[in-house]
């Protein structure tokens, strides 16, 4: 059974920064692309950003570029995306996703999906 399992959400003023963590399980691919996704209320879910097995391909959407950084630990199964310079226009909820395959930028590309976990911007 494959689970994502987010942390480090929490409460932030504008201009601070968070690092969120995904810890994947039961995941039976030899490679596999993640991503994060966020959801803010009222709205849909929209993605973040993704990278590759490797960690070689990263891409971000346009709103969190030279703000977000993401990496990867294949040796703990573990995704990261570093956020700096928050604005409260990024509180939503953070979803982490992977895929039985590259990098994808579309929600129907992944096939797995963890809890969240909620980032709060404060202005």
């Known amino acids: 059974q494959v689970q994502l399992v987010e942390s480090g959400g929490g409460l932030v003023q504008a201009g601070g920064s968070l690092t969120l963590s995904c810890a994947a399980s039961?995941?039976?691919?030899?490679?596999?692309?993640m991503g994060w996704f966020r959801q803010a209320p009222g709205k849909g879910r929209e993605f973040v950003s993704t990278?590759?097995?490797?960690?070689?391909?990263?891409t971000y959407t346009d709103s969190v570029k030279g703000r977000f950084a993401i990496s990867r630990d294949n040796a703990k199964n573990t995704v990261y995306l570093r956020m700096n310079s928050l604005k409260p226009d990024d509180t939503a909820v953070y979803y982490c996703?992977?895929?039985?395959?590259?990098?994808?930028?579309?929600?129907?590309?992944?096939?797995?999906w963890g809890q969240g976990t909620q980032v709060t911007v404060s202005s």
């Open positions: 990278i590759s097995w490797k960690g070689v391909t990263k």
């Open positions: 039961g995941l039976t691919s030899r490679s596999f692309g």
């Open positions: 996703a992977a895929r039985n395959g590259p990098y994808g930028s579309t929600r129907d590309d992944y096939d797995y």
